[in-house]
């Protein structure tokens, strides 16, 4: 079912998007005496739902007079939802929103969303994320301008993709987590060599090969050039260096058997099994999977970021903050909801992330990491990734329809169907007709 | 002998391809994601029916369940019955238009549902039928009545002019005669539509996926999505909820495939 | 139509008169109920959809729509994208009409003519792929494809075929695998179709061809193919119906993939309406994909129509 997970996000969030266009009824309740919040999110299933659940269980004991309704939905349903019932007046106070066009931009402009400047200064919200990532969570004020303008919502949690590894297999082979892009190309090699299937992903239900060539690219990158191309600053463009070396690279990787053998038929989440069954030495895939991996392979997982080109150099990784929490225009106290939403990066908030192994908002605190723990290696990673301001953009966020572009270009680049250069100028071309 | 042998040794083949998948599904079901990604059919260690108590439960399934049928007797009864008296007016009467009415309503087979579903939002919007289960149920009838008329005509055509004669000359008017002569006639052809259309409506997912925002009037299909993160898929969980769905319908088919096969033996089709 | 007094009247009085009068009300009575649901909830979505394609309209706001004319028609007409999507649904066809037709009519007559014991466990067997959900056909036949755990790959590992094809991630064989994907959904209800239409085919046609020392071959073609002409036609069209509109399949199993091999028009339609804030265009590829089905299927039925005489 990972099928639908992305056409629906599509599909859901323009459709749903559509019918928010309608009239918009704002009717004040009748005051009551006692407050009902209530807010929705993607926190549908433990570990997640619980903190959800506990978050509003201590917001509601705090404030008296105060209740607090929590829902956990599946993002293709929340999407889907969010914009028909804030438009009819049923939405909740408080909901998280996707990111960008597919749903914070559509709503901020049909009037949907409350604006968070003010409690952003209030609450100290801006010192959360460095300004690169908390761009993703802005907006002008009239909702057409991405990534800069005013604030509209705040992540609780955080992700980034590198590579998970099984301790055994590494030790059995004398190898070790690799500091240099040179050595992490030789670790591949040896593994091979070795007749160990080094890298797991797939890439049949598209997604993956996104995270896979990002990586890579990410190497051969600044900071200001990503920026620019996610957030369509500066006539920035795909016709760039860092585009063409990075899908040489994955070619070559390919071509050298970096990556499991049959990827192109397996779907990104076969991919987590397959990997816990120890049938390969590597899995790149997001922080998100570190549940699935620890459920399957405990701490002989560790994880790893990929290592820059020169040792102490930058590398910036695919990742990001996750689903931010906005206010609705349904919300009648603003305020309460501001309060809520600043409850959920809270210091409680942050431990219960993180005794759960999810990435919290910001930055871990050492004492949090053990030496040797998959968790441990997570959280040192996004310390680092996060302090070297290296977090970079998922590339399909380019246009609205980068995604069905750049993973059937990919696909077609690791099938040796095009050469690098014939990649990126159609990547290039979509993205420039995206300006017309 | 040696053709049976051969017919045998084909339809055997034909079954165990047919059947195939749906044992994969079961064994998912009850395997952890590991044992999945070692064999899809490796039997598991430890046969994790936990996994469908999780989906009945906490999945919310004995909710959608219930949903689901009431919006499968609530489509299928209603439309086997409007197909049978637009089968019945288009082959029992000549009269003008019929032609015209015939083919309009046979539109319905050529337009996917995905062709319309965003006017089809707004229409439902106006007539405050969001968020209902009869915001499902009308608009499936509507679906199910181009292939209901289709079948129910043809039936209605083989039947011998002089039988309907007969119960006119009794001193029947139409209406009777359809439902004391025609329906009993044409009975294992009701029975196919009927199954036909509870397959369709039990399986649909992409209208109750759009029509639908309260989980309180979710449907099975859509039920499925429960299990998955923003990334992640819960493989085994989704195999229990696929298992749950297809069950009552194999159930479903086994009772009724003799009127199946009679209903289609029935309804001659004619170019 | 004009007389509608008496054709009221007519219908509380039919006894005689309601096959004669042309005209009469009656009928209209019974149609009533299904035309107006059917116009509610079919039709007047349909023409909001041709509105729509006249469009250009992002999806999100309806004041910023605006009126271009044919402009979204002759872009997708014009589009290769567009062509490549056709192509490959025409390139499905021989997989999802003429595959699984075969693949039940054999069987079907071999059963019939045998008299073969177990004909409903069969019959129940086979028909099951036409009761799994379109969503889960793809998820599944994906595991049972999977060049690593799927069982298909290490059957052929385990003949000394070293390194099998990964099908649905296959830049040859995807579309084919996705083919032979959407046969399986359909060959066992061609299956049930075929033999019930050979139910119908007196026994003494088979005794007359037998006494005429015809064989299997002469006698399947002599008399089972003319006999089966009516069901041959139905399954044709709607298999092609299924061909032409194919989505869950695919969507399930390659998105269109690898590359755009595998794209397909409603797959097309849906990127474009959804993914790409074209509502407008996507209705105009929807409108063009329900004109090719109607044609296609009109074309099969002219087709057997014809050979009736």
């Not at chain 1, 797939?202 to 957030?231: C, M, P, S, V």
Request: charged content about 15%.
């Amino acid at each position: 079912m990972t099928l639908h997970r992305r056409e629906l996000m599509k599909r859901a969030g323009i459709v749903s998007a559509g019918f928010a266009a309608g009239t918009q009824l704002h009717t004040q309740g009748v005051a009551a005496q006692e407050t009902e919040l209530t807010f929705w999110d993607t926190l549908n299933s433990p570990p997640r739902s619980d903190i959800a659940d506990n978050l509003a269980a201590s917001f509601a004991e705090s404030h008296e007079g105060v209740t607090v309704e929590h829902r956990g939905w599946s993002l293709d349903e929340l999407v889907s939802t969010l914009p028909r019932s804030v438009d009819g007046n049923q939405g909740p106070d408080v909901a998280q929103v996707n990111n960008g066009e597919a749903l914070m931009g559509p709503m901020i402009r049909g009037g949907q969303l409350v604006s968070l400047a003010s409690y952003a200064e209030q609450f100290g919200w801006n010192d959360i994320f460095p300004e690169g990532l908390r761009a993703r969570n802005m907006y002008s004020a009239d909702g057409t301008v991405f990534g800069e303008g005013e604030l509209w919502g705040v992540s609780a949690e955080s992700e980034i993709v590198g590579f998970f590894y099984n301790r055994s297999i590494f030790a059995e082979h004398g190898l070790s987590v690799p500091t240099t892009f040179a050595e992490f190309e030789a670790l591949n090699a040896a593994l091979r060599e070795h007749g160990v299937e080094p890298i797991a992903f797939g890439t049949l239900d598209k997604w993956q090969a996104i995270h896979i060539f990002g990586a890579i690219q990410g190497t051969f990158t600044t900071r200001e050039y990503l920026d620019n191309i996610i957030y369509r600053r500066n006539d920035a463009s795909f016709e760039d260096q860092s585009m063409l070396d990075a899908a040489a690279k994955l070619v070559e990787w390919n071509d050298n058997g970096f990556f499991m053998e049959g990827f192109e038929g397996v779907n990104g989440d076969d991919a987590v099994p397959l990997f816990t069954a120890g049938m390969s030495a590597m899995l790149m895939q997001g922080s998100w999977a570190a549940g699935s991996v620890a459920e399957g392979l405990g701490d002989d997982a560790g994880f790893f970021l990929m290592p820059p080109h020169e040792e102490g150099g930058t590398v910036l990784h695919v990742g990001g903050v996750g689903i931010p929490y906005a206010i609705t225009t349904n919300a009648e106290d603003p305020d309460l909801a501001a309060e809520l939403i600043n409850s959920f990066v809270s210091p409680e908030a942050f431990a219960q992330f993180v005794e759960a192994g999810i990435l919290p908002a910001g930055e871990i605190s050492d004492d949090l990491i053990v030496e040797g723990t998959l968790s441990g290696d997570l959280y040192a990673s996004w310390n680092a990734a996060l302090a070297a301001d290296a977090v970079g953009h998922y590339l399909d966020w380019a246009t609205p329809d980068f995604y069905d572009v750049i993973t059937a270009q990919l696909q077609s680049l690791l099938g040796g169907q095009i050469d690098p250069q014939a990649f990126v100028t159609a990547l290039q071309e979509s993205y420039a007709a995206s300006f017309e | 002998m040696v053709k049976r042998l051969i017919a045998y040794t084909l339809l055997i083949t034909g079954v165990v391809v047919a059947v195939l998948p749906f044992a994969v599904t079961f064994l998912a079901s009850l395997k952890t994601g590991p044992e999945l990604a070692k064999g899809v059919f490796s039997l598991p260690d430890d046969a994790q029916w936990h996994n469908y108590r999780q989906a009945w439960v906490q999945g919310q399934f004995q909710r959608f369940f219930a949903n689901s049928v009431i919006v499968a007797v609530g489509v299928v009864i209603p439309a086997v019955v409007l197909s049978t008296l637009t089968g019945y007016a288009l082959a029992r009467f000549r009269f003008r238009g019929s032609g015209l009415a015939f083919t309009y309503l046979l539109l319905g087979l050529v337009i996917p549902l995905q062709a319309m579903v965003v006017p089809l939002y707004y229409v439902l919007r106006e007539l405050g039928m969001l968020d209902s289960l009869i915001g499902l149920i009308l608009p499936q009838i509507a679906m199910s009545l181009s292939f209901g008329t289709l079948l129910m005509r043809q039936c209605f055509q083989t039947i011998p002019k002089d039988v309907m004669e007969a119960s006119i000359v009794d001193g029947a008017n139409s209406w009777q005669s359809l439902w004391q002569v025609m329906f009993p006639l044409g009975r294992p052809m009701i029975g196919t539509v009927g199954l036909m259309f509870f397959i369709w409506t039990w399986n649909e997912f992409m209208l109750p996926l759009v029509v639908n925002i309260n989980p309180k009037y979710h449907t099975l299909p859509v039920g499925l999505m429960y299990f998955q993160d923003r990334w992640t898929a819960n493989i085994p969980l989704i195999a229990a909820g696929a298992t749950i769905i297809f069950l009552p319908l194999i159930l479903m088919f086994l009772l009724f495939q003799r009127q199946l096969i009679d209903g289609l033996t029935q309804g001659a089709v004619k170019g | 139509m004009e007389t509608t007094a008496t054709g009221v009247e007519r219908s509380s009085t039919p006894v005689r008169s309601s096959r004669r009068r042309i005209g009469s009300l009656e009928p209209w009575l019974y149609l009533l109920p299904g035309l107006l649901i059917f116009t509610a909830f079919m039709a007047i979505p349909t023409v909001g959809t041709i509105i729509l394609s006249l469009t250009d309209w992002n999806g999100i706001s309806w004041n910023t729509a605006l009126f271009i004319g044919l402009d979204n028609y002759t872009r997708a007409l014009g589009s290769g994208q567009f062509r490549n999507a056709f192509i490959n649904n025409l390139q499905l066809i021989p997989f999802f009409v003429l595959l699984p037709a075969v693949m039940g009519i054999i069987p079907a007559t071999m059963a019939h003519q045998l008299a073969l014991r177990g004909g409903r466990w069969f019959q129940a067997g086979l028909f099951l792929p036409y009761i799994m959900p379109g969503v889960l056909i793809g998820v599944v036949w994906a595991w049972i494809l999977n060049p690593i755990f799927g069982p298909v790959n290490r059957l052929l590992k385990s003949f000394g075929w070293a390194k099998p094809p990964v099908w649905l991630g296959d830049f040859t064989w995807a579309l084919p695998t996705v083919g032979m994907i959407g046969a399986w959904a359909a060959y066992g209800f061609c299956y049930v179709v075929f033999l019930a239409g050979l139910k119908k085919i007196p026994t003494e046609q088979y005794e007359a061809a037998r006494l005429d020392g015809a064989g299997f071959w002469q006698e399947f073609t002599a008399v089972t193919l003319p006999g089966l002409r009516g069901e041959i036609a139905v399954v044709l069209s709607i298999n092609l119906i299924n061909a032409l509109r194919a989505f869950d399949v695919i969507k399930t199993t390659t998105d269109g993939g690898p590359g755009s091999e595998t794209q397909v028009m409603a797959l097309y339609m849906i990127n474009s309406a959804f993914g790409s804030n074209q509502a407008g265009y996507g209705a105009a590829i929807a409108v063009l994909l329900s004109v090719v089905t109607l044609v296609g299927s009109m074309l099969i039925l002219r087709l057997a129509g014809d050979r009736d005489g």
